[in-house]
């Protein structure tokens, strides 16, 4: 036999001669149920004449075996690996719990920081529009005016000349009427 590709349908084929020629017996699944023929009557030609008619009735009447399903075999399970692996979920629960609730302090704690961050921008604005309103050349025209009796001059203004001699000679009246600094010792 030369060893070239088959397709599926030659290899069934191939398969169910060599069972017939060499009498294979497989276990045969439970029998259907039959009705007496009698002898009179042919069996049915199933191929047109391509097979041998088979030699007996039961021929017709056998069935393909079925196919069975493996026996599960359960594996007993060890009290020990059971508890492993219950304590083992149960860590893990723990550990995702206590995660969440860290997440969720941390979540409060930066929602608390950008009130409060919120809070000191806005009191950063209200500082910063009061200097605005204090430094205003109005307000400080009005308070030189009413306070201190400061008036803008009428004219224009004028050069003033001062003596170097007449500075130096208050200079020493005053050092003279003021007392000497003291030293402290300790």
């Known amino acids: 036999m030369a060893n070239t590709p088959k397709n599926l349908g030659e290899i069934y084929a191939e398969r169910a001669m060599s069972a017939e020629a060499e009498n294979i017996s497989r276990p045969l699944a439970p029998a259907p149920i039959r009705?007496?023929?009698?002898?009179?009557?042919?069996?049915?030609?199933?191929?047109?004449?391509?097979?041998p008619s088979p030699s007996s009735q039961d021929e017709f009447t056998r069935q393909a075996p079925a196919v069975r399903?493996?026996?599960?075999?359960?594996?007993?399970?060890?009290?020990?690996?059971?508890?492993?692996?219950m304590i083992g979920?149960?860590?893990a629960i723990v550990l995702y719990v206590g995660n969440v609730i860290t997440v969720q302090q941390l979540l409060k704690e930066v929602s608390d920081e950008q009130t409060r961050l919120q809070q000191i921008l806005n009191e950063q604005e209200m500082l910063k529009a009061q200097i605005n309103r204090m430094?205003?050349?109005?307000?400080?025209?009005?308070?030189?005016?009413?306070?201190?009796?400061?008036?803008?001059?009428k004219g224009p203004p004028q050069w003033l000349q001062i003596d170097g001699n007449k500075v130096q000679e208050i200079g020493q009246e005053l050092s003279s009427q003021q007392p000497a600094p003291q030293k402290n010792k300790k």
């Open 89 to 91: 979920m149960a860590i």
């Open 135 to 153: 430094s205003s050349l109005e307000r400080i025209r009005k308070m030189a005016e009413d306070d201190l009796g400061l008036h803008n001059p």
């Open 35 to 51: 009705t007496p023929v009698p002898a009179s009557q042919p069996g049915p030609v199933i191929y047109g004449g391509t097979m």
């Open 69 to 85: 399903n493996k026996i599960v075999k359960s594996r007993k399970q060890s009290p020990f690996n059971l508890m492993v692996t």
